[in-house]
């Protein structure tokens, strides 16, 4: 029994803060199996956040380790959240939900393109849409988050935000084969914002154009209150249900959950200053006023 004590690891609650940090580094110096792009974002935590817990730190990235090597011996990486399938059920569908992705860039079922991923979807899974970044090598991408950290934000926003009428389309799960990083997010019945004010998409006589610029008024102060910052809030960003007025703030592809005191916006290793958020907001909110004034004076009686 003495000897079994003198081999056996010390347990994680039994680790010093010390301890642990010096695990954490030796870990993102010279472990290969974690993907770079994450390493990038614990050392960040680990360096610049006061608050931070070197032990949890430590679990979460063991815990991380565990996932790739349960799922090293496949030929993809499943990221589940909120499919309410467990990873070995899900497994099974994947390969179809690659062919059927494969099919959709072929031959259309296409909802939006951007500079980084095409968003697809399939009526054989009519709640989800995949979003398909088209080069993982690319400029942009590397601008850009990971899938893994996108979901991460999805899942902060929806966990930190809560007002009324307005949220981010909630995470489902991400899949990772070869080049191909493909997140499934869930599936808005709602138009995006340039549609509305181009005209592309008629809104109803009564929809309420005051309301829809207060809850993204109120939305955009609470990511800023909590740290978070979307720095790409453009148009085809903001989607809304013309039927009922629910607002979705869509594509944090570029947010940040952003320490206080430095300018969220600008990307060093870019060396690139990104659209305040509020500039976003000042320009849709205008729009949006041309179209209430617009709607009000077609609805006056002769």
Known sequence: MESFKQIRPIPEKALTPAQAEAQIDEILISDNTIPDKKKKEWAYIFDNDPEVDPIALLKEIKDFKIKIQQTKELDFEIDVRKTGLSKEALSQSVSDIIALIEESEQYGNLLGEGNVAFIFFHDKYPNYCFKVIKDVSSRHYRMGNSVDYEMDLLDLLNEMI??????????????????????????????????????????????????????????????????IYHRDLHDRNIMINIETGELFVIDPGRSIHHPVGENPYFLEEHNLELKDDNEYLKEHIRALRIMRNKQKNLNIPN
């Open 162 to 227: 809560k007002i009324d009428g307005i949220r981010a389309p909630e995470a489902k799960f991400s899949i990772r084969k070869g080049d191909k990083h493909i997140m499934v997010i869930e599936r808005l019945d709602a138009v995006n914002l340039e549609d509305i004010l181009l005209g592309r998409v008629a809104v109803p006589p009564d929809f309420d154009f005051d309301s829809c610029i207060s809850k993204l008024e109120k939305y955009v102060e609470a990511m800023h209150s909590n740290n």
